[in-house]
Structures are given as C-alpha cells and as structure tokens.
C-alpha cells in the first residue's frame, strides 16, 4: 500500500487521461493498472504517479500494453479478465502479469525493476486448485473412491438420475449420470463453486446443467419432479421386488398397477422369485447389516466345510468394499484342488435346505467354456459360474454383535416372528478363474464397468469375470490374485475399499 499521507500531496485532477508527467522513458513498457480491487481512485493516483516517472501508462486496455498491473488479484482471476478482453492465448505478444509491488518498486526506483517470483501473481490455494489437479484419469478405475464422499447432495442427485434413466431402459444416459457422479464421489473436497468443475472428465451438459442448479440453488428441478413423478415412484416399488426388473415393471405400470396392493389384486401370475420377493418385500427392502452379513457368512462357511472340509469362502460385493449395508450379501466359494468345485453347489444348499436356513433358492449352472465362450463373449458382463439366487431365512441374534438389550418391552409374543429374510447370492468359481471372479463381483458396479471399458479400449484386452483375454497377443493372461490382473492391464493396484466408484 502507498502511505496515505503520500496519497495527500498528489493533485486532485486524478481522473485526467492524458499524458500529464514528461515524455515516455520506457517505449518498450506499456501499462495497464486494472481497477478490480484496486478502486478507480487509487487506480488514477497510481497512473498519474507512473506518468510523472515517466512511464506510459494506459486509460484503456488495448493490444499495445505490455504489463497488466494489479492488486490483491490472483493469476486465475486477471487471467480470466484478460481473456474477456480478448487478450488472451492467442494474442501476438504475451502480456506480463503483474503485482503491485513491482510497480511501487519501480516507481521508487525511477525505472522498471527486475521482475522478480515475488512480483508475480499468486495462485488460488483453495480447493479448486487441487480438485482440478487431484483429477487427471478419467476412467473409475484408475482412481481411488473411498466411502467418504465428500460431494454426497450432488452425487444422490445424480445418481437418481441415473436410476431413473435405468427404470426407463435408457442405459446409456445412466451411465452417462453414473459416471458424473463417480468423478465427483472421487474428489478430495467438496464443491462449491461451478468454477471448480473445470477440467474435470465425465461431466456432460446435463449432468454439468443439474451440478450447477444444485451449487446454486440447493437443489435440482429435475430431479424434484423426478422423485415426486408418479411413474419413478411405482417404478421404484415394483422393482424393489426381488425378480422384477425394469420392463416388467414398466409393462405392469402401463397396465394401472403402480404399487403392491394393486399388484397382488391384479391376479398377474409371477414367477417363483417374484412370489418369493413379494411374499418378503418388507425385509428385502430393508438394508443388510455388516453384522447380518457376517453372521450370513458363518452360516454359508459352515454348510462349505460340511461339504467340503478344504473348500472355502469369500465374502465378496459391497461388503468388502468395506460398505456397512447392503441390499444383499455376496459369497465366492472355491476349492484349492482345480475341479474339486465340481458339484459342490447342490450339497452347500442341500445342507442349507436341511438346517432350515432357506426361504428360496435357484442354481444356475455353470456354462463357462474356454473353449466355447472366450474370447469373443469374454466380455460380457454376464457371467457363467454356477450361481445360486437365494433368500435366506436369518435367525434373530444371528446377526452378531447387534442384539438387542433384553428388555421388558423386547420379550416377545409367541407369535412374533424370531427371523428376518435376507437375499444372498453365492457363485462357485474354480481355483483358476478365482481371481477374475474376486475381481468382478467386488464392484462396484461402475469400477467393474470402467475396468472392462478400460482393457477394451486401452489395452485391446477382453476382462470378464472368469478371464482376461488379450487381442494382440492372441492367448488368455493367466492370474493367481487380482494384484496381477491390474498388473497385467497396466493399471496402479486398487484395493476394495477404494473401488467405491
Ligand atoms: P451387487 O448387485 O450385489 O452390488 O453386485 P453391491 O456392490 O454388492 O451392492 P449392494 O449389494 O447393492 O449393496 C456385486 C457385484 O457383482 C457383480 C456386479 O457387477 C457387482 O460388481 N455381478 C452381479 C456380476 O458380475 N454378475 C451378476 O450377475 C450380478
Ligand atoms: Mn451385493
């Protein structure tokens, strides 16, 4: 700052634009001092004081100036400024971006001084700067989601959106909002300013359109009108109906059938697993605990070494990307002999039938061929394995470590139900194949989708859940842990928790 008393023994005539002080002395400097922030009064002392010096100092911006000279500005915000004047990249001479200080300096000195670092603009140190760098690879899998979402209003937006789109079969605009949210879900900060967004991969107009309403306006129209529409509401309880998927759920919805009560009063003949997904919708739609899934995870290991005393387990899906609830519970089951996996399934659930523990259950079988199937429908995301589709029946204070306090009021009425029902999904996988299938049923969804788009795309790879296959090379990449799998697609090692895309 200039003291004020010197400020007092300058003329009053600030606002003159002429050339007032003797000739230029510095043809090769030409000045502009910016008013932003400076204040158009300190901005005319300031001029009137350089052209008494000696320098040429400009009134109005034009292609001439050499030197931009401003206070309390950062680089970004002059920059932006210079660009609207057309001064930008483009421009035949680079203009020189400075501060104040180097023209106090050299007001005192009587001559332009040495352009110093400390005569340059800084650059914002807010989060904007490291969002923006923090983001450089624009597939899911090649960057770190945690569960700490630090963006969770924009990303539930999006992500509704994305569903919405899904229940209309309009996959490619899901993915679209999946991808968006995922780039947002992976940032270090939280977003408060459209400008932040700059440089950021994935954000399409309309995912870019809804961001914005939300930074602004705390809210996003569309997606209001989208949870209060009548059609997303019965979409969303229909196929929360284990077994009803979109188009089902669309062709009911056409029909009048938009919630369960009409359903059930339809007569519309459901499948097994639709009746078995109606007759428990309450306890289905109602999130698995990390302590149910574990006391799941007892019961599945002990029906395996029943069967099997070497074969094992794997709690796999949501809850090993560390995720305190899910909509189901995921289990790989393997056997360290090659083949030994053979026919294991109808035993583990047999077992599980004796004991009580199942409420529904539908194997499919194992139709994975090297042979028949790869490479060409290697990368598919259906996957082949032997599977089993189950509902199971937990029993109360199963769920470890969250039993109620015994209380008076929790003693129970005999006819009070001692269970909840919980889906499980259970896959076999041959020891050889385990890895690719650890890989592909941990998730999330969208990593697992950017990890087949990357090999695919990147690396002229195939990736399943069973092989990857690569293309040029003309033969299958054989991997005993999902570190190799990574290594193989030229990818930095993602651990589960960080898969959370
Ligand atoms: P889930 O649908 O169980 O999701 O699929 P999740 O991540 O565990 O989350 P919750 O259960 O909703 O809490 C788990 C993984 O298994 C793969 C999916 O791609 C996902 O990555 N999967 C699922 C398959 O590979 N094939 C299938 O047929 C189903
Ligand atoms: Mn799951």
Redesign the pocket.
């Known amino acids: 700052m200039v003291p004020l008393k010197r400020r007092k023994t300058v003329p009053s005539d600030t606002g003159s634009t002429g050339t007032d002080g003797g000739p230029t002395r510095f043809p090769q400097v030409v000045l502009f001092l910016l008013e932003r922030k400076m204040g158009a009064s300190r901005r005319a002392f300031l001029s009137k004081l350089g052209r008494q010096k000696g320098f040429q100092v400009e009134e109005v911006f034009s292609e001439t100036v050499t030197h931009v000279i401003s206070e309390n500005n950062y680089g970004d915000e002059v920059r932006t400024w210079l660009h609207s004047q057309g001064g930008g990249p483009g421009r035949a001479a680079p203009v020189l971006l400075l501060d104040i200080s180097w023209y106090t300096e050299s007001m005192r000195a009587g001559r332009p001084v040495e352009i110093l670092d400390a005569h340059k603009l800084q650059e914002q140190q807010t989060s904007e700067t490291e969002v923006v760098l923090f983001l450089v690879s624009s597939y899911a899998c090649q960057r770190r989601t945690t569960l700490d979402n630090q963006n969770s209003t924009v990303t539930d937006a999006l992500s509704l959106l994305a569903e919405n789109a899904e229940l209309s079969e309009e996959d490619g605009r899901g993915v679209a909002f999946r991808r968006a949210a995922a780039v947002l879900k992976a940032l270090p900060a939280t977003v408060t300013d459209t400008s932040q967004l700059r440089g950021l991969p994935c954000l399409g107009e309309h995912s870019l359109r809804v961001i914005r309403e939300i930074l602004e306006n705390g809210a996003s129209s569309e997606v209001d009108s989208t949870k209060q529409s009548e059609r997303f509401k019965a979409l969303k309880v229909l196929t929360g109906i284990f077994g009803v998927g979109a188009k089902t759920a669309d062709r009911w919805f056409r029909e009048g059938i938009h919630d369960l009560h009409r359903l059930r009063a339809s007569g519309q003949t459901l499948n097994r697993a639709q009746q078995a997904g109606l007759d428990h919708y309450d306890d289905l739609n109602q999130p698995v605990s990390r302590a149910e899934a574990d006391a799941i995870g007892d019961i599945v290991r002990n029906a395996v070494v029943s069967v099997s005393a070497e074969a094992r387990v794997a709690l796999t899906?949501?809850?090993r990307?560390g995720?305190p609830?899910?909509?189901?519970v995921?289990f790989l089951v393997t056997h360290p002999e090659e083949g030994r996996e053979v026919g294991l399934m109808p035993k583990v659930v047999s077992w599980l039938e004796s004991q009580g523990f199942l409420l529904y259950q539908k194997i499919t079988r194992n139709s994975y061929l090297e042979s028949k199937d790869g490479p060409g429908r290697a990368a598919s995301?259906?996957?082949r394995f032997e599977r089993c589709f189950s509902i199971f029946k937990l029993p109360e204070g199963e769920n470890r470590g969250a039993e109620e306090p015994e209380t008076e009021n929790a003693s129970r009425t005999e006819t009070a139900r001692r269970w909840r029902a919980v889906r499980v999904?259970l896959v076999v996988s041959p020891i050889s194949q385990f890895a690719f299938a650890q890989l592909?049923?941990?998730?999330?969804?969208l990593f697992?989708r950017e990890l087949r788009r990357w090999a695919g795309h990147e690396k002229a790879m195939s990736l399943s859940?069973h092989a990857l296959y690569d293309n040029k090379q003309s033969r299958y990449l054989r991997a005993a842990s999902e570190e190799e799998i990574f290594a193989h697609l030229g990818l930095e090692f993602v651990p589960p928790s960080e898969r959370n895309a």
């Open positions: 899906g949501g809850f990307r995720k609830a899910g909509h189901d995921d995301n259906m996957d999904d592909g049923w941990t998730g999330s969804k697992e859940s």
